[in-house]
């Protein structure tokens, strides 16, 4: 059972900041690479943005510039730095990880997700 709780969401103004954190914890072999996605109303599951164990960064092109994903492989935990929010930023944003069991088996783990609102 692996569990991935994420914080950090809240109301901002446009133009403003905020920073999520993730923390995944419980029978973690391997995370191969974490990352955040988003859904608003009406609207698909979409990537934000993901990085490897490696260290190698994806982006929505919507947000490239603005959003910086970082991670801490010691203690299983990944961040994304928003800056610059617009308020089609806004969404229920959800941690992902892409782990491996010592057996080879993959899985994606979710967490419960954190709302963030940009007001115009």
């Known amino acids: 059972q692996v569990q991935l709780v994420e914080s950090g969401g809240g109301l901002v103004q446009a133009g403003g900041s905020l920073r999520l954190s993730c923390a995944a914890s419980?029978?973690?072999?391997?995370?191969?690479?974490m990352g955040w996605y988003r859904q608003a109303p009406g609207k698909q599951r979409e990537l934000v943005a993901r990085?490897?164990?490696?260290?190698?960064?994806d982006y929505a092109d919507s947000v490239k510039g603005r959003f910086t994903i970082s991670s801490d492989n010691a203690k299983n935990m990944v961040y994304l730095q928003m800056n610059s929010l617009k308020p089609e930023d806004t969404a229920v944003y959800y941690c992902?990880?892409?782990?491996?069991?010592?057996?080879?088996?993959?899985?994606?783990?979710w967490g419960q997700g954190t709302q963030v609102t940009v007001a115009s």
């Open positions: 992902n990880a892409d782990r491996s069991t010592a057996w080879g088996e993959r899985y994606d783990d």
């Open positions: 419980g029978n973690i072999f391997r995370i191969n690479a």
């Open positions: 990085i490897t164990r490696g260290g190698s960064t």
